[in-house]
């Protein structure tokens, strides 16, 4: 409400009707105030770094417990089929202009009581083969996040340094608790492998929620879609190519489904997903991260996280960097890793004493193509 400043100078001269709305301004007015306060102290998800969510757990401002509860609430919200599929996921597709939806998970890590109670699909289950799925040995995210909670509780510290970090793995890498066959659709004995990959390990260990499997290009094909888990869009524009076999993990970060995703890269399905997704992915080389408990490890295969910033990046590469007795490429990482951890060369600095390389070859229009442009 607007009040005319004479009003306000003399309150006591004007009508007992103006004296009432000058009051209900005021509350209002101290009303706005407490919420603009409330507001800087409600945490909010979307866009949130690492740090911002680390911060908000040790203010109490909220507990992993929340931070899963609400990134199943977007993943519920918008992570339906992108596409019209009246065949079903094998058969012919037409693109959904603004589908509101993009597919990119195509496992969570629920028990089925949690699965059914979200209303989420039975083929999101974490495995297919184990009905019960009732191993303690296997938590979900729930378990995962509430033992954080208890463990914060109990010491008032993080347990890692991705503490409350909610992710999502490509399908193409082993998850002990969640079903691995690089999107496909088969009759398996066994959907899940007998252990993690190393560096899902490392990420556990760092304090890290896996809280998805994200679909792909199956078996790493560039073609967004699998038997499995269907077709999956860009985030951006349902109707645009979310690009390369990884862009279920690109697309789920870029629409604040999970914080931050594990990609795949041969040619450009780490790079590619990012950018189309407006993320940021790293494509380390091959030695830096581990590729053991990899489905199909190539000549040219290398992993890499998307986030959205990217001292994000860095800050779960320094988990899953270095040497794995696994793969024996990461033999070459011994004596060779940077002196400070990847996050301390992620902040602005000057450009005193760096050469800019331009390869003009790229930068002649006359060659673009329309998807150059």
Known sequence: MSIPHR????????????????????????????????????????????????????????TSTELVTLYLK???????????????????????????????????????????????????????TDKKDADAAMPDAFEIAAAQDAAFARTGKLVGPLHGVVMAIKDQYDTFDMRTTSGADVDYANDRPPDDATFVKRLREAGAIVIAKSNLGEYASGIPRSSYGGTFCNPYDTERSPRGSSSGSGSAVGANLVMCAIAEESGSSIRGPASAASAVGIAATEELVSRDGMVQIGINTRVGPICRTVADAARVLDVIAGYDPKDELTAFTVGRMPEKPYVNYAQPQRLDGLRIGVLREYMNKSLFTKADE
Do not use: M
């Open 7 to 62: 009003r306000l100078l003399r309150p006591l001269q004007a009508s007992r009707s103006t004296r009432r709305h000058w009051l209900a301004a005021c509350c209002l007015a101290a009303g706005a105030t407490s919420a603009q306060a409330a507001d800087k102290t409600r945490f909010h998800l979307l866009e949130a770094t690492i740090p911002q969510v680390q911060q908000a757990i040790l203010d109490k401002r909220i």
């Open 74 to 128: 977007r993943i519920k919200a918008y992570d339906g089929v992108c596409v019209s599929q009246p065949k079903g996921v094998l058969g012919p597709i037409t693109t959904i202009p603004n589908a509101g939806q993009i597919n990119s998970l195509v496992t969570l890590n629920l028990r089925p009581a949690a699965l059914k109670k979200w209303g989420f699909d039975k083929r999101k289950a974490r495995s297919l």
